[in-house]
T-cell receptor, first 115, second 111 residues
Framework: GAVVSQHPSWVICKSGTSVKIECRSL??????MFWYRQFPKQSLMLMATSNEGSKATYEQGVEKDKFLINHASLTLSTLTVTSAHPEDSSFYIC???????????FGPGTRLTVT | QKEVEQDPGPLSVPEGAIVSLNCTYSNSAFQYFMWYRQYSRKGPELLMYTYSSGNKEDGRFTAQVDKSSKYISLFIRDSQPSDSATYLC???????????FGTGTRLLVSP
């Protein structure tokens, strides 16, 4: 399977601050990046989809000005949670993809806790 | 009604048992079906991938898709304590499109 890394794996921040999460595809070039969010004991919900070099497309109910996604290269995408609030505390998981592969793989996730 | 329904469990079985995990879905447009295993606080790990109806086997795992019934299953033979995790079904309308997940079934395999 594909090798995907996320950094950091766990971050605690104060309310009102911003947090950047990095997602790297280590052994293939990701033309598309899916960002998911998972609240405790719930399933994964897609937040946004981004294509390399293009603006991200956000799912209904996800604030694009709050969750900034950058997909500047084929191996790196970042998600920045701006002005984080406790309700943003969640598990954020990236899923890089390429049209060359049928399977979709996921990163190990980043646990965000906003105090 | 959710697009994908999955019993959250927990499902408790003894080691060596055959486990059956299931999902139902409402939209007949789904074409690609996947099963993921997720350990606590980890990203989902792809177990099985199936296109359209049919069976697929990989080691102790067998995935079945019945599009006429909108029903998919994952069977685990000779279950092991290390299989204890949450199993998520996921599906998409087309290849390389966003996935719609079930809520996940928590499986507990006791020694």
């Amino acid at each position: 399977g594909a090798v995907v890394s996320q950094h950091p794996s766990w971050v605690i921040c104060k309310s009102g601050t911003s947090v950047k999460i990095e997602c790297r595809s280590l052994d293939f070039q990701a033309t598309t990046m899916f960002w998911y969010r998972q609240f405790p004991k719930q399933s994964l919900m897609l937040m946004a989809t981004s294509n390399e070099g293009s603006k991200a497309t956000y799912e209904q109910g996800v604030e694009k000005d709050k969750f900034l996604i950058n997909h500047a290269s084929l191996t790196l995408s970042t998600l920045t949670v701006t002005s984080a609030h406790p309700e943003d505390s969640s598990f954020y998981i990236c899923s890089p993809g390429t049209s060359a592969s049928y399977e979709q793989y996921f990163g190990p996730g980043t646990r965000l806790t906003v105090t | 009604q959710k697009e994908v329904e999955q019993d959250p469990g927990p499902l408790s079985v003894p080691e060596g048992a055959i486990v059956s995990l299931n999902c139902t879905y409402s939209n007949s447009a789904f074409q690609y079906f996947m099963w993921y295993r997720q350990y606590s606080r980890k990203g989902p790990e792809l177990l099985m991938y199936t296109y359209s109806s049919g069976n697929k086997e990989d080691g102790r795992f067998t995935a079945q898709v019945d599009k006429s019934s909108k029903y998919i299953s994952l069977f685990i033979r000779d279950s092991q304590p290390s299989d204890s995790a949450t199993y998520l079904c996921a599906m998409s309308y087309a290849r390389f499109q966003k996935l719609v997940f079930g809520t996940g079934t928590r499986l507990l395999v006791s020694p």
